[in-house]
């Protein structure tokens, strides 16, 4: 699972261009990942030029 | 004001490059729909908004001054062990824009010329009937809406969906995107120049700018490979970089974006188009869109006003799309892309070499192959192969 922190986000959408499996969508002034497409390449995760998106602890498990 | 059951193109997302598209579509007579789903056209803006005086006028026939914030006279690249390659004339070689303001303009031209205009109205997706794409799934204020069409034409940016839907794979390698962050700063020296600040220290296969934005003020940013990125995020080099060079301004914006460094994607196929980063039309080498967006839009509304006329709106009939655009931003992307390919892979002893070589140019337009040109001749190192793609013809 990817976790968004939402207070660093800028939604600029730089994390949906790299995802292989179309699971990310930016809307608006936010952006949605749907866990169940997500094939956790980490690439969101490594693109995003702030560090809003990490890989959540329930999936380190 | 309400949408239409159908029209005959649907252009997706108001940047430059959908407005562009709604208005060449709209002033050939035919009925379009622009949507965007930001609730306004123009912000946040994710760009550092430097365009080549040349390359935009032509657009144009009256550049508003509103339009703009600073005319730039020139370039300063400054290459990892500080030496200055100043490419500059007297005279306005480029604008930085005022984006908010450019691109509502942009989006009101195309609604002067007859498009309908909505905004906090997304896409979710495209209705394909027989491997045709037909129009427009979507939410406008909460409302589902289905509007059917003859050509959508995906003008959706960096994030863009509207080509995966129809099929068409737009996702970016990291190798082939840059990660960008920039601060609006004030009360900072600013001359009417661009500066650019190379070194794999500084910006990992990229690099940091400085525009011009007004009497003391400037876009300050920043753009890493992603391939590149470990560590350290784009946002950390950039506060590294503003903390040494501009201790006392103030910051008022903040900005993140991805910058397209690929190919180009597939641009068109049954019934679809996509247009500026959507298509990854961005160019590989400076990371520049702007113009290469409006291009292609004034192009993708002429094919469509071309081909809803000859009743073909076929993968076949809309493929001259791409032949417009192939002798012109298709040929600069060839060689940016290969140039790109050779500079990230260049250590910072070699960007030093390269900046050593040359002194100050004078130049009257601002363009990669004029430098590359200068370049090439007093650095017989540079791989042949690049080379002559930047020999005159």
Same mark, same amino acid.
């Given at each position: 699972?990817?976790?968004?922190?939402?207070?660093?986000?800028?939604?600029?959408?730089?994390? %949906?261009? %790299?995802?292989?499996?179309?699971?990310?969508?930016?809307?608006?002034?936010?952006?949605?990942?749907?866990?169940?497409?997500?094939?956790?390449?980490?690439?969101? %995760?490594?693109?995003?030029?702030?560090?809003?998106?990490?890989?959540?602890?329930?999936?380190?498990? | 004001?309400?949408?239409?059951?159908?029209?005959?193109?649907?252009?997706?997302?108001?940047?430059?490059?959908?407005?562009?598209?709604?208005? #060449?579509?709209?002033?050939?007579?035919?009925?379009?729909?622009?949507?965007?789903?930001?609730?306004?056209?123009?912000?946040?803006?994710?760009?550092?908004?430097?365009?080549?005086?040349?390359?935009?006028?032509?657009?144009?026939?009256?550049?508003?001054?509103?339009?703009?914030?600073?005319?730039?006279?020139?370039?300063?690249?400054?290459?990892?062990?500080?030496?200055?390659?100043?490419?500059? =004339?007297?005279?306005?070689?480029?604008?930085?824009?005022?984006?908010?303001?450019?691109?509502?303009?942009?989006?009101?031209?195309?609604?002067?010329?007859?498009?309908?205009?909505? #905004?906090?109205?997304?896409?979710?997706?495209?209705?394909?009937?027989? $491997?045709?794409?037909?129009?427009?799934?979507?939410?406008?204020?909460?409302?589902?809406?289905?509007?059917?069409?003859?050509?959508?034409?995906?003008?959706?940016?960096?994030?863009?969906?509207?080509?995966?839907?129809?099929?068409?794979?737009?996702?970016?390698?990291?190798?082939?995107?840059?990660?960008?962050?920039?601060?609006?700063?004030?009360?900072?020296?600013?001359?009417?120049?661009?500066?650019?600040?190379?070194?794999? =220290?500084?910006?990992?296969?990229?690099?940091?700018?400085?525009?011009?934005?007004?009497?003391?003020?400037?876009?300050?940013?920043?753009?890493?490979?992603?391939?590149?990125?470990?560590?350290?995020?784009?946002? =950390?080099? !950039?506060?590294?970089?503003?903390?040494?060079?501009?201790?006392?301004?103030?910051?008022?914006?903040?900005?993140?974006?991805?910058?397209?460094? *690929?190919?180009?994607?597939?641009?068109?196929? $049954?019934?679809?188009? !996509?247009?500026?980063?959507?298509?990854?039309?961005?160019?590989?080498? #400076?990371?520049?869109?702007?113009?290469?967006?409006?291009? *292609?839009?004034?192009?993708?509304?002429?094919?469509?006003?071309?081909?809803?006329?000859?009743?073909?709106? *076929?993968?076949?009939?809309?493929?001259?799309?791409?032949?417009?655009?192939?002798?012109?931003?298709?040929?600069?992307?060839?060689?940016?892309?290969?140039?790109?390919?050779?500079?990230? $892979?260049?250590?910072?002893?070699?960007?030093?070499?390269?900046?050593?070589?040359?002194?100050?140019?004078?130049?009257?337009?601002?363009?990669?192959?004029? !430098?590359?040109?200068?370049?090439?001749?007093?650095?017989?190192?540079?791989?042949?192969?690049?080379?002559?793609?930047?020999?005159?013809?």
């Amino acid at each position: 699972m990817i976790s968004i922190n939402r207070y660093k986000c800028g939604y600029c959408g730089t994390c %949906v261009a %790299v995802c292989p499996a179309g699971a990310i969508e930016l809307v608006g002034a936010w952006i949605e990942i749907d866990g169940e497409s997500c094939v956790e390449c980490n690439n969101c %995760v490594k693109i995003c030029p702030i560090g809003a998106l990490e890989v959540s602890d329930e999936s380190k498990k | 004001m309400s949408l239409k059951n159908k029209y005959d193109v649907i252009v997706v997302g108001a940047g430059p490059g959908g407005s562009m598209t709604a208005k #060449t579509a709209a002033e050939k007579g035919l009925n379009v729909l622009l949507i965007e789903k930001r609730q306004e056209i123009g912000s946040p803006i994710r760009c550092a908004e430097g365009v080549g005086k040349k390359s935009f006028k032509k657009f144009f026939p009256v550049i508003k001054d509103e339009w703009i914030s600073t005319k730039m006279v020139g370039v300063r690249i400054y290459s990892p062990d500080g030496t200055l390659v100043e490419i500059s =004339d007297n005279r306005a070689v480029g604008y930085i824009l005022e984006r908010k303001i450019f691109d509502r303009d942009l989006a009101c031209m195309a609604a002067d010329a007859g498009a309908d205009v909505f #905004t906090k109205t997304r896409a979710t997706d495209l209705i394909i009937k027989d $491997n045709f794409v037909k129009g427009v799934e979507g939410i406008r204020l909460g409302e589902s809406f289905k509007v059917e069409a003859d050509i959508v034409v995906g003008a959706d940016g960096v994030e863009s969906k509207v080509g995966r839907w129809a099929g068409i794979n737009t996702t970016l390698k990291p190798k082939d995107i840059e990660s960008g962050a920039e601060y609006l700063i004030s009360g900072i020296p600013v001359e009417d120049l661009c500066e650019i600040y190379l070194g794999n =220290d500084i910006a990992p296969a990229g690099y940091v700018w400085a525009f011009p934005k007004g009497e003391n003020r400037a876009n300050v940013g920043i753009g890493i490979l992603g391939s590149k990125i470990g560590g350290k995020i784009p946002f =950390d080099y !950039l506060n590294e970089f503003v903390k040494k060079k501009y201790k006392n301004g103030k910051i008022i914006e903040v900005i993140y974006g991805g910058i397209p460094v *690929s190919r180009p994607a597939k641009t068109f196929g $049954n019934g679809i188009m !996509l247009v500026g980063d959507a298509a990854r039309f961005t160019d590989p080498i #400076t990371g520049g869109g702007i113009t290469n967006a409006i291009e *292609s839009g004034i192009y993708a509304g002429e094919v469509a006003a071309e081909c809803i006329k000859e009743e073909d709106t *076929s993968e076949e009939g809309l493929k001259k799309y791409e032949k417009r655009w192939r002798s012109t931003i298709g040929e600069e992307n060839d060689r940016s892309y290969l140039l790109k390919e050779f500079f990230i $892979n260049l250590p910072d002893g070699g960007l030093n070499a390269l900046a050593h070589s040359i002194n100050k140019i004078k130049i009257t337009e601002l363009s990669v192959k004029g !430098l590359m040109r200068e370049l090439i001749d007093k650095n017989p190192w540079i791989p042949a192969k690049l080379a002559k793609l930047f020999k005159k013809k």
